[in-house]
């Protein structure tokens, strides 16, 4: 696979230079691996949670060049990946000295972490959030339903993010147990399979130190957690592409349709061409706001928005058109392309959906206007 900085000097440090080499080391492990079973343990032995799990600064770019070659080798690692960061990000942004003693256990890999959010009736609407946290005696009761969790079954913490009752700014984050007493775990099963689930709370009980941060916090954390993490989902969306594009063109090159070889065609050229033009697109945009969001103090949201609708889309259409490209073969289950084609649709939507992301830039243009 292709995971160079040098192409590109202006985006990146020689740190990153260092850990472009570490994770193309670290790829065949990844591309070994059958499906989701093996990746957690994959990312710990590889030492890749560090990246967002860090000890020291966000390293977005960092973070970018994993995800990258994630996405083109096991897009149920890379999932895994980003979610331990979503589920730790609170604890170190916010989290009491004793909740960020146990950040070393996740960066190690020997835990595995969950963000609990979206509701069967809040998903981008984050302010509907109904799971509600009761102050009782010591602590508190939260009670509510949370959907599309990635990581539950094989994480031991959640961050949930609750309403507290009464409370003139509710929203609040708790660092909670997945196997406290009222805590059920529901398996989901995706179009592309990675740990997954629903999670039902009723009446658990936690310490008042299970609170993240004050109560109030839980909107402004939540929205960091994403805002820290979205434009690295177009980076996953980058080498999802580039892996449906190396494929196309192995298969093109050497397969035959009346007596020449398919690579030999125009309109097959032409196809690779879009495809080619949409991927350098979307890393270029994806590396702009990386970039920008480390290195200047400035508020990024337009591009973060701008890189993850980009790349997002743009790798949609490179792999629809691998599939187009291999016929048949490309729909069969188990064809390569056909596991993108199902592993990108996802990128579409979580982290904030490809309509989300326009309506913040729409704004966004309109405000500058005014």
Excluded at 84 to 91: E, N, R
Excluded at 97 to 105: G, I
Excluded at 285 to 314: C, F, N, P, Q
């Amino acid at each position: 696979m292709q995971l160079s900085v040098d192409d590109l000097p202006m985006f990146f440090d020689e740190r990153h230079r260092l850990l472009a080499a570490r994770l193309r080391a670290a790829a065949p492990r990844f591309l070994a691996l059958e499906g989701e079973e093996g990746a957690a343990e994959a990312l710990a032995g590889s030492g890749l949670f560090d990246l967002v799990v860090p000890e020291g600064a966000f390293d977005t770019r960092g973070i970018c060049l994993a995800r990258e070659m994630l996405g083109y080798t096991n897009a149920a690692a890379d999932s895994i990946f980003a979610v331990q960061g979503l589920g730790t990000h609170a604890l170190g942004a916010a989290g009491s000295s004793d909740q960020r003693s146990v950040l070393p256990a996740y960066r190690r890999g020997e835990r595995i972490a969950a963000f609990a959010l979206t509701e069967p009736e809040a998903g981008s609407d984050v302010a509907a959030i109904a799971t509600t946290a009761v102050l009782d005696g010591h602590g508190y009761r939260l009670t509510g339903e949370k959907l599309f969790i990635s990581n539950l079954g094989i994480a031991d913490h959640a961050t949930v993010i609750a309403r507290v009752e009464g409370a003139d700014k509710p929203l609040t984050a708790f660092w909670v147990p997945l196997d406290a007493p009222g805590v059920t775990v529901r398996p989901l099963t995706a179009i592309a399979p990675h740990p997954i689930g629903a999670l039902s709370l009723v009446n658990v009980r936690v310490p008042v130190s299970a609170r993240i941060g004050e109560v109030g916090q839980g909107m402004r954390l939540a929205l960091g957690t994403l805002d820290a993490f979205r434009v690295s989902v177009g980076a996953a969306a980058v080498g999802m592409a580039r892996r449906a594009l190396d494929e196309a063109i192995d298969f093109v090159v050497e397969r035959k349709q009346f007596g020449k070889r398919l690579a030999d065609q125009p309109l097959v050229q032409a196809l690779l061409a879009d495809m080619v033009v949409d991927l350098d697109a979307a890393r270029l945009l994806v590396l702009r706001a990386a970039h920008k969001k480390d290195t200047t103090g400035e508020r990024v949201t337009t591009e973060v928005s701008i890189a993850k609708l980009g790349a997002t889309e743009a790798a949609q259409r490179v792999i629809d058109s691998a599939v187009q490209l291999f016929g048949g073969r490309g729909v069969m289950a188990g064809a390569i392309v056909e596991h993108l084609y199902r592993a990108i649709r996802p990128l579409r939507i979580y982290e904030g959906t490809s309509e989300i992301q326009r309506t913040i830039i729409g704004r966004a243009l309109t405000q500058e206007s005014t």
